[in-house]
């Protein structure tokens, strides 16, 4: 098999998790790109569809379907339904993040009330572990029901799983919501711990963990304030916050057999961010 041919995923399928906007657009668009039939999963119903429908008018096999990743069953309905559309699954993208609030410190150097652990809103908690880490697990698990399952009509076994981590995961972010932090490592351990349990059966799962992205978390922020956006950049060492465009080359390499011995592991995309303070 040559190098190139290693990144070949046409005839596989994909099942892509928060892919109505953002990151997860950006994984299920590399999908589809590179040849895999695509279900874009998202709470946003009319914006699944939407992108979908795009990317259909653009000629790739992709549809939509509705889910909330911290619904067991409606993660269990999407998972059989793409089974059955398309004979099984080969990839899966537990992308999953929902903004957390205000960390403890805000980006004026101060400390902000709202972000305190003393103060901090429990019901928001709740819902950011609900969402950032149940989720990822509820969509693992059924990926891998689904992955281990005897008489696929696709004829494969095995397949790849890549969840979506953070930067925050691995060094404190204090501007940062609270469970944000824990929520992220806890899926960075969780793909270490699935790493080892699923080698026997040929399904692989890894992480991305990028540093700040142009996005719509947190009300799409960076997209709206070119004040923010330039204090960003002017921190990254690679000079800017990244497109998510910039991530498909990386998902489509965990997604294929480019990376048929990686498992278990992490990959930080952040533009230096991690190295240490920059300016």
């Given at each position: 098999?040559?190098?190139?041919?290693?990144?070949?995923?046409?005839?596989?399928?994909?099942?892509?998790?928060?892919?109505?906007?953002?990151?997860?657009?950006?994984?299920?668009?590399?999908?589809?790109?590179?040849?895999?039939?695509?279900?874009l999963?998202?709470i946003?119903?009319?914006?699944?569809e939407?992108?979908?429908?795009r990317?259909?008018?653009?000629?790739?096999?992709?549809?939509?379907?509705?889910?909330?990743?911290?619904?067991?069953?409606?993660?269990?309905?999407?998972?059989?339904?793409?089974?059955?559309?398309?004979?099984?699954?080969?990839?899966?993208?537990?992308n999953?993040?929902?903004?957390?609030?205000?960390?403890?410190?805000?980006?004026a150097?101060?400390?902000?009330?709202?972000?305190?652990?003393?103060?901090?809103?429990?019901?928001?908690?709740?819902?950011?572990?609900q969402?950032?880490?149940?989720?990822?697990f509820?969509?693992?698990?059924?990926?891998?029901?689904?992955?281990?399952?005897?008489?696929?009509?696709?004829?494969?076994?095995?397949?790849?799983?890549?969840?979506?981590?953070?930067?925050?995961?691995?060094?404190?972010?204090?501007?940062?919501?609270?469970?944000?932090?824990?929520?992220?490592?806890?899926?960075?351990?969780?793909?270490?711990?699935?790493?080892?349990?699923?080698?026997?059966?040929?399904?692989?799962?890894?992480?991305?963990?990028?540093?700040?992205?142009?996005?719509?978390?947190?009300?799409?922020?960076?997209?709206?304030?070119?004040?923010a956006?330039?204090?960003w950049?002017?921190?990254?060492?690679?000079?800017?916050?990244?497109?998510?465009?910039?991530?498909?080359?990386?998902?489509?390499?965990?997604?294929?057999?480019?990376?048929?011995?990686?498992?278990?592991?992490?990959?930080?995309?952040?533009?230096?961010?991690?190295?240490?303070?920059?300016?």
């Amino acid at each position: 098999m040559g190098t190139l041919d290693r990144f070949d995923i046409k005839g596989r399928s994909a099942l892509v998790t928060g892919a109505a906007s953002g990151i997860g657009l950006a994984y299920a668009a590399a999908m589809a790109e590179a040849g895999a039939a695509v279900t874009l999963a998202d709470i946003d119903a009319e914006g699944a569809e939407r992108e979908a429908a795009r990317l259909r008018s653009e000629g790739y096999e992709v549809r939509a379907d509705t889910i909330d990743v911290a619904d067991w069953d409606q993660v269990v309905a999407a998972f059989d339904a793409h089974a059955k559309a398309y004979g099984g699954l080969d990839i899966c993208f537990a992308n999953v993040g929902i903004d957390t609030g205000a960390g403890f410190w805000n980006p004026a150097g101060h400390r902000n009330p709202d972000g305190q652990v003393d103060t901090y809103d429990h019901k928001r908690w709740e819902r950011s572990i609900q969402v950032n880490l149940n989720g990822v697990f509820h969509t693992v698990s059924n990926a891998v029901r689904i992955m281990k399952q005897d008489g696929r009509s696709n004829g494969r076994t095995g397949g790849s799983i890549i969840a979506t981590a953070s930067n925050a995961g691995l060094v404190t972010e204090p501007i940062v919501g609270l469970p944000y932090m824990p929520a992220k490592a806890g899926v960075l351990h969780m793909v270490r711990a699935l790493g080892l349990e699923l080698a026997e059966f040929g399904i692989r799962i890894n992480a991305i963990a990028p540093g700040p992205f142009v996005t719509n978390i947190g009300g799409g922020w960076l997209k709206k304030d070119p004040v923010a956006r330039a204090a960003w950049d002017a921190i990254v060492p690679l000079g800017q916050v990244a497109e998510t465009e910039q991530l498909k080359p990386l998902a489509l390499m965990l997604a294929s057999d480019a990376s048929d011995y990686m498992t278990g592991s992490h990959v930080v995309i952040d533009g230096g961010m991690m190295l240490g303070k920059y300016k």
